[in-house]
């Protein structure tokens, strides 16, 4: 597409989308509500998941179709009960003591980033939260997972059709025209943007000059001290680390074990589809050339890897692993950063595996880890004492801290823990982000606030300030 164009072409799917939105400001709550039903229902048919599923599969090569079906139940299901029932049309919030309204008002036409690694469930999920919330939204997707965009937006907006809705309140960057430089001048020409991928396009979002919701990049630490029923442990990190091949960046990519419960615990592993690989052997090498195989220093992945089952990584390799093997576990007792490849993030099943020799040790190790990759995103432990979880809550730069969880099936929220289910974890100021939070649908509001006479609340100096610091100023 020549250069000269891709502005053109975004202004005209901008203009079809105020022009539907314009319609949709006029909606009441119960028609908004009826939207927003009609498509998570309509998207949540299981074949209608597996087929998406299945057709990111396809044109990826990355992850696994039947999570990929489960990972919309989930997703689709968990966005849609959070808002069910919600105010988000006009008023929405009374304070009659201090003579305040809040009125929910929709931002306009949003501009959506969504990956390729959650390319079947992030474009209903965001959809959901623009049409919650009155908006119109416009995505642009992985090109990798372009196909499979346009196919699942085509579905909404036949959803939308059959209820009488404008279809461009939901549209989709067509793939012939999916590029790098269509994403930027839809990030340019939205009234706002929530980006969801590789830290390259979260920046571009936070540069261009829109209003931006963004994400960091996912690095997670989980830590075992050995207090909780190993097996127990070693079971959620065999699911977590080979859901959907690893395709979340929100999963475990270092587990440190505390050294009294380290051997126990990777005999639990081995029985739940782990396999180890020892520290300073042939084997590890060659992994790590097959994740890294030009220069492990500029953590530039093999894309050959990337989510694709920890069978498969062995066969790239060249290395042998048992028959059934889910996760590969990595000893690395080495140092942080470039040098040590290991210590960040590798989007598939593989995990580096550290001994700590208290926990006092695995936190000074997480802090590492943290500082080179992953910072503000999230860590686990798995623990009884809770002295532990109070620490990190307090200490550690992360927005989440998941206990006794498993990491890439709870952090993004699930049915078993309270974090809001989400496409787009904010990652706070550490991950250079605007939200600490689990975005949602309202983060896609702007509100309106009306303030009325009431009797004045000012204060005597004596309620408000101590006796001893008055007195200290005489």
């Not at 390319?119 to 999920?125: I, Q």
């Not at 196909?147 to 404008?166: C, F, M, Q, S």
């Not at 592993?269 to 020892?278: A, E, F, P, S």
């Amino acid at each position: 597409m020549p250069e000269q164009n891709h502005g053109e072409y975004i202004a005209g799917l901008v203009a079809k989308g105020r022009a539907a939105q314009a319609v949709a400001d006029r909606y009441s709550q119960r028609r908004v509500d009826e939207l927003t039903e009609a498509v998570a229902y309509a998207l949540t048919i299981p074949d209608v998941a597996l087929r998406f599923g299945e057709m990111l599969v396809e044109e990826s090569g990355m992850g696994v179709a039947a999570h990929k079906q489960a990972k919309m139940f989930s997703k689709i299901k968990g966005a849609y009960a959070q808002m069910k029932g919600m105010p988000s049309v006009g008023l929405c919030a009374t304070d009659e003591k201090m003579g305040m309204e809040t009125y929910a008002r929709p931002m306009g036409v949003v501009g959506a980033i969504a990956p390729v690694t959650n390319g079947e469930a992030t474009p209903v999920v965001k959809a959901l939260m623009a049409l919650k919330t009155r908006n119109a939204i416009i995505i642009a997707p992985h090109p990798k997972a372009k196909n499979t965009n346009w196919a699942v937006t085509d579905e909404i907006r036949g959803v939308l059709g059959k209820y009488g809705a404008p279809e461009d309140l939901v549209q989709a960057v067509d793939p012939g025209h999916v590029s790098i430089e269509c994403s930027q001048s839809l990030m340019a020409q939205a009234d706002f943007v929530i980006a969801t991928g590789g830290t390259p396009m979260v920046r571009q979002a936070y540069s261009s000059g829109s209003p931006t919701i963004g994400v960091g990049t996912g690095n997670v630490v989980c830590i075992v001290d050995g207090s909780t029923d190993l097996d127990a442990v070693a079971d959620m990190l065999a699911r977590s680390k080979s859901f959907d091949n690893a395709t979340s960046c929100s999963t475990e990519n270092n587990v440190i074990v505390l050294e009294s419960a380290y051997d126990s615990f990777v005999e639990a592993v081995g029985r739940h589809g782990g396999c180890l690989i020892k520290d300073g052997s042939p084997e590890k090498e060659r992994l790590v050339r097959a994740i890294w195989p030009e220069t492990p220093k500029n953590h530039d992945l093999n894309r050959q890897i990337v989510a694709q089952s920890a069978e498969r990584i062995a066969e790239i390799a060249g290395i042998d692993v048992p028959a059934g093997t889910s996760i590969i576990l990595v000893e690395e007792n080495g140092g942080y950063g470039n040098d040590y490849p290991l210590t960040g993030e590798k989007l598939s099943p593989v995990a580096a595996l550290r001994r700590a020799r208290d926990f006092e040790d695995a936190v000074g190790q997480t802090l590492s880890i943290l500082e080179y990759q992953g910072k503000g995103h999230s860590i686990g432990i798995h623990t009884s004492d809770d002295a532990k979880v109070t620490y990190l809550g307090e200490r550690i730069p992360v927005c989440k801290v998941c206990v006794n969880l498993p990491q890439s099936l709870s952090n993004s929220g699930s049915w078993n823990c309270g974090f809001p289910m989400s496409m787009t974890l904010g990652c706070g100021t550490w991950g250079h982000n605007s939200i600490s939070w689990n975005a949602t649908w309202k983060d896609l509001l702007n509100f309106t606030y009306v303030a009325r006479p009431i009797p004045s609340w000012q204060p005597a100096d004596e309620e408000l300030f101590s006796d001893e610091v008055r007195k200290a100023f005489g």
